[in-house]
């Protein structure tokens, strides 16, 4: 298969992701978080596609993004007054919501679960594409299964090249790191995912519940091991702590500070002034830099475990856990 990438810009790569969609082909699409991997909800075979391009187990459900609000009564149930608060609030946007599906989506997509994951995108150009194909699209991250997610078309390209026929290429993302998935059970919030709606935000809307602890899979996909660059991921408290066998080829990759220079073969610093948001945005996308250079070993330090840095450290754990 020929992988075809197109400006996002161009009228053309409108009618030519709409094109593929309304084919049943999987196509590769910007969100504010990171790229999807799209197709059509509605066609099982299309669906199937993307667990091959993926090389996904078809035990992991997907997350369904929405055209508009309307299309939610035909997917989902929605129950209760905060449910409802959450929406309003937080869609379109980096929130996806667990809720009882509704007979029409096939199995395939869900896994054989009773719920569904279900968003609303606000990145201009998927909200467009979704919009002019006017019905939901199943949309995993677009890496291959247990990679680290795509934050730019580059790496997209890297992941599913041969795989996919068209990635839109609507620039780097603008959060860095995959949607916040919560739960309502009880009127109480239980987040199965950190990410850019914390819980600092959710907490006015609800009680947020204990997480369980992570034997039991609710979110099927929160296998430790998600998110693996190729090399060995050490993850410390203090990369200045830390010291480097001689003879390897040692990464580091910091939140604020520079790494001690002449240790380390190659660093990346998150982000020199500290900011977490800009530290989420360039988390994958220097993992992959890192990853690229081939070291034996890449050392992460968490960053501030406080707003999204919760959710940062989340996924460095993940990755360190493979
Ligand atoms: O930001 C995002 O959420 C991106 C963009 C493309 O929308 N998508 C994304 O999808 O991260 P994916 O498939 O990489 O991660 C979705 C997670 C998986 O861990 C999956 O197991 C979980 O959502 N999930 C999907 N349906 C679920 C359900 N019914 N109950 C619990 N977890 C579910
Ligand atoms: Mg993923």
Not at 42 to 49: E, G, I, L, R, Y
Not at 111 to 137: D, K, Q, W, Y
């Amino acid at each position: 298969m020929q992988t075809e990438t197109v400006a996002a810009g161009s009228a053309y790569a409108l009618s030519r992701a709409v094109e593929l969609l309304r084919a049943g082909e999987i196509v590769a699409l910007p969100t504010e978080t990171v790229y999807g991997l799209a197709a059509d909800a509605f066609n099982p075979s299309a669906v199937a596609k993307i667990f091959e391009a993926k090389e996904r187990p078809h035990f992991n459900p997907l997350i369904v993004h929405l055209p508009d609000r309307d299309a939610l009564e035909e997917i989902a149930d929605v129950e209760g007054d905060l449910v409802t608060r959450l929406i309003e609030r937080f869609w379109p946007g980096p929130l996806t919501i667990v809720l009882p599906k509704r007979g029409r989506i096939p199995p395939i997509v869900t896994a054989g679960l009773e719920t569904v994951a279900v968003r609303m995108s606000r990145n201009p150009v998927f909200a467009r594409i979704i919009g002019a194909f006017g019905r939901a699209l199943a949309a995993p991250s677009a890496n291959r299964f247990g990679h680290i997610s795509s934050t730019s078309a580059t790496h997209v390209r890297d992941e599913l090249q041969g795989r996919t026929s068209l990635i839109v290429d609507g620039g780097a993302t603008e959060h860095g790191i995959e949607s916040t998935i919560l739960q309502v059970m009880r009127e109480q919030i239980r987040i199965l995912r950190r990410g850019p709606v914390t819980s600092e935000m959710l907490a006015e809307f609800g009680p947020i519940a204990e997480t369980v602890s992570s034997g039991r899979i609710i979110a099927p996909g929160q296998l430790p091991s998600h998110y693996a660059p190729r090399a060995k991921l050490f993850v410390v408290t203090n990369l200045d702590s830390f010291s480097v066998s001689t003879g390897k080829k040692t990464a580091a990759l910091s939140f604020r500070s520079r790494p001690r220079s002449g240790t380390f073969s190659i660093t990346r610093q998150l982000s020199k002034r500290g900011d977490l948001r800009e530290a989420a945005v360039n988390l994958f996308g220097m993992l992959r830099e890192l990853d690229a250079c081939h070291p034996d070993l890449i050392v992460a330090e968490l960053v501030p475990e406080e707003g999204l840095g919760l959710a940062i450290n989340e996924r460095l754990l993940r990755a360190a856990a493979s």
